[in-house]
């Protein structure tokens, strides 16, 4: 009896013990990674520009978009402005020109697309071993991937100068020396080569695929590379296969370009300019807020926005009379929205009361929702057209222009014209603009009207002629401003005067304190130092960590 | 079996029962100290088991054999009293306290010790040396009582729990938090206060080398806490009733510019930076930027006019010869100083246990909590109350003026609601209101508790089964109003959310246990086996718009609209084997040896990565029992115990799935192409998964003395330690290029050495007594090593501040402050100018008057890697440590005084040479462009021309001026008085008349005075983790309590 109890005993202390199994506990919820499928991999490439969905910073999805912000707030198109005059301080030092390598900007940016690269690096790795799917499919998603990345550097290229190549998954290695601009230039070149030769066209796509890196796409970018490093011929050839490809054509309305539209009505998504789009779509709980149109809205509910981005006057005065581009770019302060509630009343949006904007005027371009949705959220779902075919021929006559083939430059430079000068110069959705009158409410600029002129005496027979400058120099300055109001408030402002300074030495500074120096604003402009703000600084924390070595920091940081 | 009953009480109560009955002895034992009755004092007939316990008057009487019969008196803290019968048939006796109870029994793991019998670092606390102070955790008591345990209040908000390090941080990215073992039960977190209540504690141990915690291998790392619960006693019911209640009211408040200051200090920013004025003040402009008034004060606006605690316990403990049991239940309450911020909790506990069959025992020690807690944002720079109590302006208001009442009600919402009628405030909105609307609170079950079953066979095994429990659910509530501020504040739908998360933890212990004697070789083995199991899953809801916003409407059910649904699940389990042998000869020599093997889930099971073997073994020599010693004649000398110890712990603290690559998808992974929209499902890697990952080790070495002089008045216990930890299992740190997930890894080495003292002298023998016990330690953490990668790895950077504070290097401690020396602020451009390096050339070129100067320290390292002099650059090479966020020592000191019924006790804790980063900075200076109020005193504040101020720099100058240097640096040492209680004891002559055996009146005052040169509000903030340690981000701040108490015993 005793032994029997003894036994029992110890056997309560091992027998419950002996297997291994208790502590092999399966994964819940989520896939173990032998379930890589290439489809959804991709779709995560596309996506994590859109949602950024990294562990690290699960809710920050809007740096994806800050890239965009800093080419507009930082150059003399825009005013950084925000909830307040302190709001977003990061982007007002960089406004400022006050740049430090611990600018909180400057690292969002610089984090969140080395988070992408990793994402498409880490897919890119994925389909290399893949054998569940046929070659040629795997080639047409190693091609969209390798466009993606491609696009991420050329971001993080123009705005440090030399980065970074992290072209696979890095590995116990992981202090890699930065490379020269040229050098990731020379990269992208080879990729977008090899996606060129896959890709297929635009219109080879079904419907439902648009949005995938398409041959144009890639051919687009390259020429944009190109253009960067004044390889003119290789550029001009890009936008010429791009132009003869007859997959894209100009929007016969300028204002059409950001028509959102309701479901089934009208929409202009992917239309017909649209080089390259990243969709956003209306999901519930603002699962993938546009926050690149959301942070420039304006701060009334009704608008659903941040408030970042206030035009300058500078950049309204640069237009010509009466072009029409004015009323699909600008939103000013009294205009009226007919904002439309969920029963279908009319609710009328008047703008105004916006903290810190300076000249009182918001980016229009990010405001076309409101008048086409019945419902609002702060989720308008806009699409961001990172390309569009206006783009292609405005390079093109650059490229064209500086090889010497003047008409070819002015023939695509008064395409780009006649499509600005044939667009409406009145806007349905507002009932009421205050660009001619006084200048009211907290608007603290010049003492002057918006417009300098009156838009509805402005003889239409006179608006935007076609240019017939012959002079080289001259030409490429006509086509420089017909950049700067074609694309104003679209993100490349700041970027499109640092690769002109490669053309004409120390010009965004120049272009910079002329600014500051016109409008007296000597805080914004003033302070630009040639060779030094042409670039970023490289953050200081990776420096901390890998040392000046690896990681040289740019000229004056 | 048949004539004798053993009945272990833990607390080392032996009872006897005797049966044979000759002549009748009785008395009275009492108190030397105080001349109250003992009850409980066990009588015993010397060489026989027979005894008696007296009652609670005192008395006993007991049945002896012959008139040579001795009677021994025992009680436990007490010395033991040995008195011959004779002819005496009254016998009274008054024992005297024992300084140094030697045959106190220890909890140790999976076991008892005697005390004497210690080999490794254990220190013990009694229940009755926290009882006078009132706190809802015993983490609080803790604070500044045991040498070696660092205790951090996380701030003063109710219900917040606190930071304990034991030994120091063996880890810069895992848990540093030492394990909490209640009754046998590890608890899955560290927050002791949601689980036990104070009150029903019997003892605490904590083991603090290696060698003693190593029976907890898996989790015992860094630490651990043993609390035992009061268990019953066969004898009547004790019931106690204790309740107190006071104020809480905060220490410091924010000393912050009034408006005229703050408009003075915008003046200069914008001079400077040549910005156009913000609205609020260009329309003073008239009146010469002159304020009438103080402007808003938001810290009084948002706080109270006082917190509030109360607390009230019922315990009853009792049995007879074969059951016992504990019982009781508490409640506990604070309303915090800021408003909204509360924390509730319902304790109940019920201990029993039943012998039958002779040779069994059976019980369960259970305990259920209900808290509730509701929090508010602090701790955080960019959003929390505390934060914008400081950083509001003086010139916005609480409340809306008449316009702006009109406005409200032209939007189409009902200004008789109070939600309505906050004033809209810029830079994220109205702190009042925030708080005022703020319906989020959880609230908590806990079900903690095991059920044993313990066999006592042949005398010398015993087995012991026992099933634990820790299951939790966790119910978050949120709710948010229908409001209308301005046209920017705005909620237009009402909403709600509610979430549930459920925590199931399992372990099942089995034990057995073998002591053997032979002459005066004693043996104790142990061997047995451990499982436990970790469950998680949560479910969260939300919803808007429903038909009211009552509070019967706060349910997904009554929304119109459903937001989202959210759900997820994870497990995880840790089996062991251990053994171990604890040998003592003559009491004279002791060792221990543990061995453990833990097997974890965390790793991979296919290499044998999953398991750890951790051995220890350690030893004493009661120098004082050998016949050397007792030659010296030293009668002064009480005992001399030299011990030492080594050993290896396990740990395992990261996430579940770090070993293996996961592919996750989330609510947000979709892409849409095409314009008709058609969303793709993606799958992203979820982690960077690492398959070698297996077990951290953490080695110990202990050197310990404990030394009784003086009739043993005078103690002193003396270690010192030195703590490695190996294949530290860190988060490899890679450059944000590399873009990944971070990966966990073991690289790494982190070395603690300490030297903890603790001295007490206690007089007891008099009509007053006191005692003065201190206990200090001086711990020095060092990276050893990062691993082949890296030499060193800098924090995260911290929210706006865009740069890291702290960093891990080798040689240097963990979380050391790294940045820039500052030499002062540039007064003049002669001074710029005359900063020259050895080739002439402007350190500083970019500088202007008014920046700081900053130290040339260092240049590139040169081509073999070596560290260069100053090179006349100011770059990333100069930054050097200049400051650490670890005191070189903490310390502690307690003085009891009693005389009569009268006790004084007062606590005195604090530390010494650390920093503290003050977030507080950034906003006064960094990101000041005219929005956020600044701390009074402009001289202070802002360079404003030369020989103004050496220590800061002119507002809105160069960001430069604000990377990280010794300018965001506070001294963080500070001395405190913790607790002072005055109690008044009334005598037992009084209470007989009322039925009461004991009734205690006191008042007790904590944190009444605290001395620092923090330039923060209170120098005690939470720890954080390895690399975010010492950072101020505007806490909750610690609370003074004033408090009264009355406690009966019937």
Known sequence: MKKTILLLAISIVFATSCSEEFIERPLLVDLSAENFDPETAVTACYNIMVNSVTNAYPNQRWFNWQTYIQGDAISDDAFKSGADCDDAPAIAEMERFMLDPANVQVGNFWRTQYQHIYYFNWTLAGLAVNESIPEELKNQYRSEVLFLRSLAY??????????????????????????????????????????????????????ADLGRATRGSARALLAKIYLHQLKYQASLDQTQAIIQSGEYELENDYRNLWKRGLPGDDRNEHGIESVFEITFAPAIDERNPADWARSQRGRQPELGGWGLINPTLDLLDTYEEGDPRIISTFLFDGDTMPKVDSLGASLGITVGGQPCNIHMMLNYKVHR???????????????????????????????????????????????????????????????????NGPIGGNYTGPERGYLTYDWNTVDESTILPDITITDKIELRHAIWKERRTEFALEGERFFDLTRQTKVEPNRVGQVMRAFAEKWDIDWKGGSFKDGKHEVFPIPGSEIDLVGLEFLPQNNGY | MKKQLLLIIVGSLFTFFGVYAQKVIYGKVIDGSNGEPLPGVNVLIEGSNEGTVTNLEGQYEITVDGSDAILSFSYVGYLNEIVPVNNQSEINISLSPDIQSLDEIVVVGYGTQKKSDLTGAVASVNAEELENIPAPGIDRALQGRVAGVTVNANGGAPGSGTTVRIRGMGSIYGANGPLYVVDGIPLADDNISNVVNPADIESIEVLKDAASAAIYGSRGSNGVIIITTRKGTSQEPKITLNAW????????????????????????????????LPRNIRTLQADSFRYEGPGTNWWDAVTREQGTLQNYDFSMTGGSDNFTYATGAGYYSHKGFIKSSSYERFNFRLNTSYKFLDMFTAGTNMSFTNYTYKGISENNPEGGVVAKAYQLSPLEAVWKDQDELIETANAGYDTTKVINRYAPVNSGGNIVRNVEQDNSFHKENVLFGNVFLEANLFDHIKIRSEYGMDVRRRDNYNFNPRFWSSNVEVNEFPTVSRGYEFRNNWVSNNIITYDESFGQHNFTLMAGATFEEFNYEDLFGSARNMPSEDPGFWYIDSAEEIIDADGGAS???????LGRLNYSFASKYLLTFNIRRDGTSKFRTEDGRAWGVFPSISGGWVISKENFFQSLNADWVNRVKLRASWGQVGNQAIPNNAFRPVLTSSERDFYAFGPGEIFYTAYRPANNANPFLHWETSESINYGADINLFGNRVQFTGEYFIRKTIDNLMIVPLPEYAGTPSAWANIGEIHNRGTELALTYNNFDGAFNYSIGGNITFLTNEVVNLGPTADQIVGDKSGRLGFSSNIARNGHPIGEFYGYEILGVFDTEEEIAAYLNDGGNLIQPEAEPGDFQFADIAGAPDENGNPTGPDGIINEFDKTGIGSPHPDFVYGFTINLAYKGFELDMFFQGQYGNDVFMYQKFYNNKGYNGGFNQISGLEEISWTGPNTTDKNPKLGGNPNNYQMSEWWLSDGSYFRAKNITLAYNLPASILSNVKLSGLKIYVTAENLLTLTKYRGMDPEIPSGYGLNLGIDRYTYPVARNIIGGVKFNF
């Open chain 1, 154 to 207: 050329f971001w993080l290229n123009r705005a440090f100068g030399g980065v970074v190549p992290v072209f696979e998954l890095v590995g116990d290695e992981v202090e890699i020396k930065r490379a020269t601009e040229d050098e990731i230039w020379a990269q992208l070149e080879k990729d977008l080569q090899y996606a060129i030769d896959i890709l297929p066209e635009k219109s080879e796509y079904p419907l």
């Open chain 1, 369 to 435: 929702a409101q008048n086409e949705y019945s419902e609002l959220t702060d989720n308008m779902a806009e699409n961001f057209i990172v390309i569009r075919f206006a783009d292609v021929l405005l390079m093109y006559a650059e490229a064209a222009n500086e090889l010497g083939r003047t008409s070819e430059a002015l023939d695509k430079l008064n395409m780009v014209r006649e499509r600005a000068r044939n667009s409406s110069r009145v806007d349905p959705n507002r009932t009421y603009i205050n660009f």
């Open chain 2, 245 to 276: 209640a006071g104020t809480s009211n905060p220490v410091n408040t924010p000393d912050v510019a009034n408006a005229q200051e703050y408009i003075d200090l915008a003046l200069i920013y914008f001079d400077n930076t040549g910005r156009p």
């Open chain 2, 571 to 577: 497990e995880s389990a840790l089996m062991s084997y």
